[in-house]
Nanobody, 125 residues
Framework: LQLVESGGGLVQPGGSLRLSCAAT????????IGWFRQAPGKERESVSC????????NYADSVKGRFTISRDNAKKTVYLQMDSLKPEDTAVYYC???????????????????WGQGIQVTVSS
């Protein structure tokens, strides 16, 4: 069971990036997926999550209105569209999965069992 993030990089303030989280070795359909990030010198924080069906999602206040989470279970991939990026969005971004039985999704880090290796997002001019 493996999660692999892609799509990170360097972008100017106000720009956009789309992160992908691809699952290998398991069927994504039954898993809740969360996105988290960790900036240098700071603790890891929640960003967004999406239920297994894709019908429920949640966002941290810091990214509401700017980030959009979605999933394509047929492609075994979850996306995080990040618009209007700010320098404070600079961090290593991680996706994570849990088979928790819920119609919603938790933004709690400890709810997630499987983690990707992380990908760097840098917002700078």
């Amino acid at each position: 069971l493996q999660l692999v993030e892609s799509g990170g990089g360097l972008v100017q303030p106000g720009g956009s990036l789309r992160l992908s989280c691809a699952a290998t070795g398991f069927t994504l359909d039954y898993y809740v997926i969360g996105w988290f990030r960790q900036a240098p010198g700071k603790e890891r924080e929640s960003v967004s999550c999406i239920s297994s069906s894709g019908g429920f999602w949640n966002y941290a206040d810091s990214v509401k209105g700017r980030f959009t989470i979605s999933r394509d279970n047929a492609k075994k991939t979850v996306y995080l569209q990040m618009d209007s990026l700010k320098p404070e969005d600079t961090a290593v971004y991680y996706c994570a999965a849990t088979a928790i039985a819920t119609l919603t999704c938790p933004l709690r880090e400890y709810s997630y069992d499987y983690w990707g290796q992380g990908i760097q997002v840098t917002v700078s001019s």
